[in-house]
Structures are given as C-alpha cells and as structure tokens.
C-alpha cells in the first residue's frame, strides 16, 4: 500500500452510533445473516462483519482477479488428467484412508460404472490469498469444493457501499474505491449455464422440468449464504433448486433410464449437483453417506464438483503446482504470461518425502525454522493446520512415514492493519489479518477437453483478528469484510 493509513477512521460518537444502528439493520433487512442454531430456524442474527471496507493493495487486487482464469483452466486440466492425479493421490490415499482414501475409490468405482457418463463436469472455485509484505497477494489455498460466502460476500460490499453513499459514516472514501462484490450474481449466472448446458445434451427426448440439487449439511447455520443463491438462480434463471442432506441423497431421489436422476417428491429430473457439503469427514457420519455420494456421482447429472475434481483441490496438487515445469506439462494452453502470473502467486511450498532432495530439506527446515512455516495436511474447512512453533512437536510424534502426507508452506505475513468487527451487535477493535478469495466458474467436457465456460466470479474478502491463526466466519473465529483499494 502506498503509505501508512490512519485506519480505521475515527468516528465522532454520534456517528459511530448511527451507523452501529445502521448496518444491523441493513443487515437483517438484506439476509446478511446466520442462524444462531442450525436447529432453530427462526432464531437468526446477522452475520459478523467489518464496520468499514479494509484497506486492500489495488494492484494485488487486480492481479488476483485476473489470474483467476488461469486458475481455472489449471484446475480443470488437473481434474482431466486422471493418469496424473491418479499417482499422486493414490500415495495419500494409503495415509488418509478413511477420507481422502474413500474419496479416491469413488473416483476409480466411477469410472468403471455401467451406463451412459457425464462427459460435462463444473466448478465453482474460489482462490484465496493474503498480501504479503511487499504488498503482493500470494495464494493461501485454491478450493475446489463448497467454496461459500459468494452472496454474502456481495452482501457486505453493498451494505458498505450503502453507508457511504448515504453519507453514514460521515466520512468520504474516494470514488469508485469500495467495488461491490459480484459474486452473487456471477456464481448464480455460472451454475445457470452450467444447469443450461445439461439441458442442452439432454439425454431424453421429452423436455421434462429440470433443476438444481444442492447437497446441504443438516443444520447449516450459514443456510442465508445458500438461500440468497438459490433465490437469484429462481428469480433471473427461472431455476428452482432442492436442497437434500448427503444422508437423504437416496431416499429423496432415484436413478432411471440412462443414469438420469430425479428428485422424487417434484419428479424434476436434476441438471447439476451442487455440493455444499461432503468436503470433509464430518459430513459422512456413516457407510451411508460414501454410499450415497457414489450414487451421485454415478447419476447421469452434472456434478459441481464430481469427486475427482475435488481430489484435485488438494493441498498436495497445490504444492506440485508450484513448479513450472509440472504447469507446463498439465495445462500446454496457458500462456507463458499467465504461467508467470500464477508462480507469481505462490509461496515456497516443500513436500515432506524422504525420497526427493527437497523433501529431506524441508525436513530438516520444519525443525530448524518452524517459525516461518505452517503444517498441513490433506484437510478443508479450518482447523487443521499447525503453526510455526508447534511443528517440530507435531511431526517428532507422527511416524516419519507419514510425513510425506503433509506439506510445509511458507508464512505469508500481511501488513499490519486494524478494523472494528461488528459480532453478534459488540464491536472489537485490533489488529486484523484479511484473506481475499476470488471465486471462478468453469466448465469442461472432459472428454474432448474442450473448455465451455470459464468465468472470473467476484470475490470475498475475511477478515479476523490477529490473536487467532484461522479465520474461519461460521466457527467463529472470523468475518466478512469487503475491499477499499488503495
Ligand atoms: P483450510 O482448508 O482449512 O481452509 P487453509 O490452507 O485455507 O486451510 O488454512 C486455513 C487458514 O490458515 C487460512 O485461512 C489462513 O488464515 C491460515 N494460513 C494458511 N496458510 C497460510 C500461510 N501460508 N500463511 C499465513 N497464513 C496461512
Ligand atoms: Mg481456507
């Protein structure tokens, strides 16, 4: 950033009040909100999020933006390229069998299933990043799976842009230096043609209503996020979307003719499946749910992600990413440009193997400089990791030969900068570490490799307070912000 800003700015107590009351009432007025109990669904406050836009590098900003294509298009040669991604998480597989392992066995039961095959596959991705501190965005991690906050992502954004045009904060922000998210509607436009696309190759002659199914967990407090979607696609897609469990897949829907899948209860023949859950072993509570995720990815309808392109979203591909030569050989189409920009983006990540010369050196770093690195294994949805000092304690009691199923990933350390976050209606002030996402929709045929939609999808921007290592929003730790471009 330029210079140093004085940040967040001082309110007279008059304002800052006005536009406490304000924003929470924005807020509930607009779905900027979550459940308080996933169980009770008419107890609801808003979502937590920052009192004012934070202050973001417009150059990374731009840069993070567009790379996002190049992203995508990565990502999807990953996910067609089973030869590759085969040998890579067939290894990890045998360390993680209970989750990555039971991944993978759909992927190669898939393949060998009877009947007609989608050759049609979706994503709707999300690459997060934190400024380091030569103000250069550098990817955290890329989601390939349920990547959330897209709609309330636009909806912070605007509930900024709202005080600021009306004069709220009292202060004025220069022009056009607060943008609003369009994630919502972009996301909404990607599964749209996505759910187009399906309808397009229909395998039957009769043009039965087709529509969305959206794999939920139970009790999601973060319904708000999902709904605002669901409501978008309805009311500029005319497409209804149903919303069942993984532990409901079989009961509510059923295969006919030609792999095609039905939603029982409204006889809707399903386009795509769109899974906001099934990204981590807590959302397979038993047999039953591996068994109905592979009756789904069986079905004819396009999956958003199926399980393969979720095992490419692993942190072990991303690490692999990292070097040239290996972005080279997966995705030739890229430009040399753009593969400048995606190394741009990377930190050092090492792989923990005892086989490679690099592997044996980040061995001996992870105990000789723990504290510029963070531990992960093959995990999404927060909590997983190590930090810095913990390192050398975790791994001396982890058998060496389960090293190799983690990565070791330079610490990216952001500028120093401080916000007030609005929670459950108390403000807390201090320092804060933001984490921008930007989201991308891609669609492929995997077959031909032929690429139909790629698409660049807005972005989110979390922010939490420093004293905790994980910015998760839902688990409490973090919340939503929106950009101010410096
Ligand atoms: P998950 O799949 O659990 O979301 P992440 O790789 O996104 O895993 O890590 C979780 C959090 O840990 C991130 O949101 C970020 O706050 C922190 N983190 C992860 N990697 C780094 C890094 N290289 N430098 C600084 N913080 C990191
Ligand atoms: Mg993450």
């Known amino acids: 950033m330029k210079s140093k800003i004085q940040y967040p700015p001082e309110l007279v107590k008059e304002d800052e009040d006005e536009t406490l009351v304000q924003s929470q ?4 007025s607009h779905g900027l909100c979550m459940l308080d109990d996933g169980e009770k669904i008419s107890q609801t406050s808003h979502a937590p999020f920052t009192l004012f836009p934070t202050p973001f590098p ?10 996002q294509k190049a992203f995508n298009e990565l990502y999807f040669s990953v996910s067609r390229n089973n030869e590759w991604l085969e040998n890579v998480v067939s290894e990890l597989a045998g360390f993680d069998p209970d989750f990555t392992g039971k991944l993978f066995d759909i992927h190669l039961k898939v393949k060998k299933a009877s009947g007609p095959q989608q050759p049609l596959s979706a994503g709707l991705f999300r690459s997060d990043y934190i400024v380091s501190d030569k103000d250069q965005i550098k990817q955290v991690e890329f989601n390939t799976v349920s990547v959330s906050f897209g709609a309330l992502s636009s909806r912070v954004s605007e509930l900024h842009d709202y005080l600021i045009s009306n004069g709220v904060y009292g202060i004025e922000y220069p022009l056009q230096s607060v943008p609003v998210s369009p994630a919502l509607k972009e996301l909404a436009n990607s599964l749209a043609q996505v759910h187009n696309e399906y309808i397009k190759t229909s395998l039957s002659d009769e043009s039965s209503p087709a529509s969305i199914l959206m794999i939920v967990q139970p009790n999601e407090r973060n319904i708000f996020d999902q709904r605002l979607l669901e409501y978008e696609l309805n009311q500029t897609h005319s497409i209804f979307t149903h919303r069942v469990t993984l532990t409901e897949a079989q009961q509510k829907t059923c295969l006919i003719e030609e792999n095609r899948l039905i939603h029982q209860q409204s006889g809707d023949e399903i386009s795509v499946i769109y899974y906001r859950s099934g990204y981590s072993p807590g959302d397979y509570f038993s047999e039953k749910e591996w068994e109905n995720r592979l009756f789904l990815e069986c079905s004819y309808a396009i999956k958003c992600p199926s399980v393969t392109t979720q095992l490419a979203g692993t942190k072990k591909v991303q690490q692999l990413l990292t070097e040239r030569a290996v972005i080279n050989k997966l995705a030739p189409k890229i430009t040399e440009r753009d593969v400048d920009a995606l190394l741009n983006a990377f930190v050092a990540i090492h792989p923990l193997d005892d086989q490679t010369p690099e592997g044996r050196h980040a061995r001996t770093l992870a105990f000789d400089h723990p504290q510029h690195y963070v531990l992960k294994p093959q995990r999404e949805g927060g909590g997983n990791n190590i930090y810095k000092e913990n390192i050398p304690g975790f791994l001396t009691s982890t058998p060496k030969t389960n090293w190799s199923a983690y990565i070791l990933m330079e610490l990216i350390n952001p500028p120093e900068m401080k916000n007030k976050i609005l929670r459950n209606g108390k403000v807390h002030e201090g320092d804060i570490v933001s ?13 031909t490799g032929e690429c139909l939609m790629n698409k660049q999808d807005g972005w989110l921007l979390r922010t939490k307070l420093q004293s905790s290592d994980e910015g998760g929003v839902a688990a409490g730790f973090g919340c939503i912000d929106g950009v101010y471009l410096v």
């Open 435 to 447: 984490e921008l996402g930007v989201f991308g929709g891609v669609l492929w045929d995997n077959t």
């Open 58 to 67: 417009k150059s990374g900003f731009e840069e993070a933006l567009s790379v």
């Open 25 to 28: 009432h924005w807020a509930l």
